[in-house]
Each structure stands twice: as structure tokens, then as C-alpha cells.
């Protein structure tokens, strides 16, 4: 018996090493994995919703970047029990090093700063790799609109890099059906609803552009992003340009110490948006930022959006 067990062990080992060398490309770089990582760190709420669904816990040696910015929630603090917070914002070298990190999980303005102390470039020689998460890659390469096939690549990525490509493939499987479903149910628009994303900001409101994940979103949900004209990211604009586009509604991205009760009042209160079609409606739409950033709860945000464009369609 007991050389049976040692047989099937050795059998498992060798199937599993089979799986290596994994490699996949991350932004402009390809990265190879010659063992899957054991001491993983993670930032930000999505990505770390993304290693959670898919069963990656034990392999996590920690998380950062989610108190400090106030986007948790209490499941996940819940499913994080016993992983250590890190940084509460961006950590870093000496923390990744400290933490025996062997990967890290983040993206560029999710972690990572061009030109700053924490990249791929710097974290190399200290033996860490890392995968950036797709969306983010606006940042370092030109590239074009951010869709759905970034979250999807991202999962199935992760999937391989961990051996665990069927539970990465279930995940991506369940999205396609949902936003199918979504789909077929607010049917086509020749009209798409106009939608401005507010994030944050008084003087400048903080938004995004065509590359972000809120565009698709949005376009999911059968609208538009009135930003879409913008080959940026997340962004700052004018509120001129906002009043120009006059948007129809208003995406609330829910975090932070201003909560989007008070983000609406704001908004409410400033004369030079009375005019717009959203804020005499009083057309708001209130979406977490884990909802509102690439991961695993992007198609709750198109439901919630498609309820506010198109609430006609769900009074069946």
C-alpha cells in the first residue's frame, strides 16, 4: 500500500511538472515560468479577486493596495482571513523582497508606476516576475479599445502560469454566457444611451477614456462611453468637455472616503451641469470599483448598468 501511495505521488509530481515551462505575454514582454509560483502578492481589489476565484489563496504569500484606498468590502475581507495586507497602497521592493514574493500580480496605476521603484525591469533581478494585467498596458505600449478579451486573457494567463487553466476556463465560460444573456434581453439600440463615467474630482473630474475597462462596460450594457473619443485610460478632463457631451446618465464608480451618496450631491450642486439630460433625470448608476475595474465582477457592473440605460427590459 505504501508503495502504491508513493507511486501515485510521484506519478502526480510528474504530470504536474509536465505543465512547465509555461510562457505568456504580458503587456510588451513575454514571461516564463519554469515552476508554478508559491509566494504570490497581489494588488488591488480586482486582481485579487481574480486569484481568489480561482482557488489561488494558498499560493498567496500576501495582498497590498486595497485599505488604503478604501475598495474592500466585507466577503472579501471574509475570503482574505489569514493573508496578510502588505502595503496598504503601493508597496514597495523591500516589501515584495521582505514578503518572499516569487510573483506579483499587478499593473501599471494598479501597483506599478512608469518610472517608478516597483517594475518588471527592477523586480527581475530579485527573482520576482510579473504579469500586468492587460488593461493597464495603455500605459506602456500603444495599443487599442480595452475589452471583455483583456479580462478574458488575463484569467486563462493566470490559469496557465498556475495549472489551473479549467478553473480559469469556467470563469471566462460563465462571463460569455451572462453578457450573452444581457445581451439578448436589451436587444440592439440604433441609439446607444450617452454615459459619462465619474470616479472622483472636483475641480477636474477624474473619468475614463476608450481605453479603460468602463467603455466596455458601458458598450456591454448597450451605451456609450461620451468619452470614448479619448485614447486614454483613466483620465482627467474638463468639466466643459462633460457639459459639451451632455450626457444622458451618470456611472457613479463606488470607493474611497467620499461615498457616492455624497459624489451625487456633488453633482447635483454644481449650476454648470443643471442642463445635462443626466442630472435632470437624475440618472445615476452606482457600480463598485471591483466592478468598475478589469476582473472577476465585470459583468455584475453591465447588469447594473443595462438596469439603469434600459430598465424597461427587466420588467418582465
Same mark, same amino acid.
Given at each position: 500500500?505504501?508503495?502504491?501511495?508513493?507511486?501515485?505521488?510521484?506519478?502526480?509530481?510528474?504530470?504536474?511538472?509536465?505543465h512547465?515551462?509555461?510562457?505568456?505575454?504580458?503587456?510588451?514582454?513575454?514571461?516564463?515560468?519554469?515552476r508554478?509560483?508559491?509566494?504570490?502578492?497581489?494588488?488591488?481589489?480586482?486582481?485579487?479577486?481574480?486569484?481568489?476565484?480561482?482557488g489561488l489563496?494558498?499560493?498567496?504569500?500576501?495582498?497590498?493596495?486595497?485599505?488604503?484606498?478604501?475598495?474592500?468590502?466585507a466577503?472579501?475581507?471574509?475570503?482574505l482571513?489569514?493573508?496578510?495586507?502588505?502595503?496598504?497602497?503601493?508597496?514597495?521592493?523591500?516589501?515584495?523582497?521582505?514578503?518572499?514574493?516569487?510573483?506579483?500580480?499587478?499593473?501599471w496605476?494598479?501597483?506599478?508606476?512608469?518610472?517608478?521603484?516597483?517594475?518588471?525591469?527592477m523586480?527581475?533581478?530579485?527573482?520576482?516576475k510579473?504579469?500586468?494585467?492587460?488593461?493597464?498596458?495603455?500605459?506602456?505600449?500603444?495599443?487599442?479599445?480595452?475589452s471583455?478579451d483583456?479580462?478574458?486573457?488575463?484569467?486563462?494567463n493566470?490559469?496557465?502560469?498556475?495549472?489551473?487553466?479549467?478553473?480559469?476556463?469556467?470563469?471566462?465560460?460563465?462571463?460569455?454566457?451572462?453578457?450573452?444573456? %444581457?445581451?439578448? /434581453?436589451?436587444?440592439?439600440? @440604433?441609439?446607444?444611451?450617452? $454615459?459619462?463615467? !465619474? +470616479?472622483s474630482?472636483?475641480?477636474?473630474?477624474f473619468?475614463?477614456g476608450?481605453?479603460?475597462?468602463?467603455?466596455?462596460?458601458?458598450?456591454?450594457?448597450?451605451?456609450?462611453?461620451?468619452?470614448d473619443?479619448?485614447?486614454?485610460?483613466?483620465?482627467?478632463?474638463?468639466?466643459?468637455?462633460?457639459?459639451?457631451?451632455?450626457?444622458?446618465?451618470?456611472?457613479?464608480?463606488?470607493?474611497?472616503e467620499?461615498?457616492?451618496?455624497?459624489?451625487?450631491?456633488?453633482?447635483?450642486?454644481?449650476?454648470? %451641469?443643471?442642463? /445635462?439630460?443626466a442630472?435632470? @433625470?437624475?440618472r445615476?448608476? $452606482?457600480?463598485? !470599483? +471591483?466592478a468598475?475595474?478589469?476582473?472577476?465582477?465585470?459583468?455584475?457592473?453591465?447588469?447594473?448598468?443595462?438596469?439603469?440605460?434600459?430598465?424597461?427590459?427587466?420588467?418582465?
Open positions: 500500500m505504501k508503495s502504491l501511495f508513493l507511486t501515485l505521488c510521484l506519478i502526480a509530481g510528474t504530470a504536474h511538472a509536465a512547465y515551462p509555461v510562457t505568456v505575454k504580458s503587456c510588451n514582454r513575454t514571461v516564463t515560468f519554469d508554478v509560483p508559491a509566494h504570490v502578492v497581489s494588488n488591488d481589489v480586482n486582481l485579487t479577486e481574480m486569484m481568489l476565484a480561482l489563496k494558498p499560493r498567496m504569500a500576501g495582498f497590498t493596495g486595497i485599505s488604503g484606498w478604501k475598495t474592500g468590502n466577503a472579501l475581507r471574509c475570503k482571513q489569514g493573508l496578510p495586507e502588505l502595503a496598504q497602497q503601493y508597496p514597495s521592493t523591500e516589501v515584495l523582497v521582505e514578503a518572499g514574493a516569487d510573483f506579483y500580480f499587478a499593473g496605476n494598479y501597483g506599478m508606476r512608469v518610472g517608478g521603484p516597483v517594475t518588471p525591469a523586480l527581475a533581478p530579485l527573482g520576482i510579473v504579469y500586468e494585467l492587460s488593461e493597464s498596458c495603455a500605459h506602456v505600449i500603444p495599443r487599442g479599445a480595452t471583455f483583456d479580462v478574458y486573457t488575463d484569467l486563462l493566470l490559469g496557465r502560469i498556475f495549472d489551473v487553466e479549467a478553473t480559469a476556463q469556467r470563469h471566462v465560460e460563465g462571463m460569455k454566457t451572462t453578457l450573452a444573456a %444581457l445581451k439578448q /434581453l436589451i436587444g440592439d439600440h @440604433a441609439e446607444r444611451m450617452r $454615459v459619462f463615467v !465619474y +470616479d474630482g472636483q475641480d477636474t473630474p473619468t475614463t476608450r481605453l479603460a475597462m468602463p467603455t466596455a462596460l458601458i458598450e456591454a450594457a448597450g451605451g456609450r462611453n461620451v468619452m473619443d479619448i485614447s486614454q485610460s483613466w483620465t482627467r478632463v474638463s468639466w466643459e468637455s462633460v457639459v459639451a457631451r451632455d450626457p444622458e446618465a451618470i456611472v457613479i464608480v463606488d470607493y474611497g467620499t461615498t457616492a451618496a455624497q459624489k451625487i450631491a456633488f453633482l447635483l450642486a454644481q449650476p454648470t %451641469l443643471h442642463r /445635462l439630460d442630472i435632470r @433625470a437624475r445615476f448608476i $452606482v457600480i463598485p !470599483y +471591483d468598475a475595474t478589469p476582473g472577476v465582477h465585470n459583468v455584475d457592473a453591465v447588469d447594473a448598468i443595462a438596469r439603469g440605460l434600459h430598465p424597461e427590459a427587466f420588467r418582465q
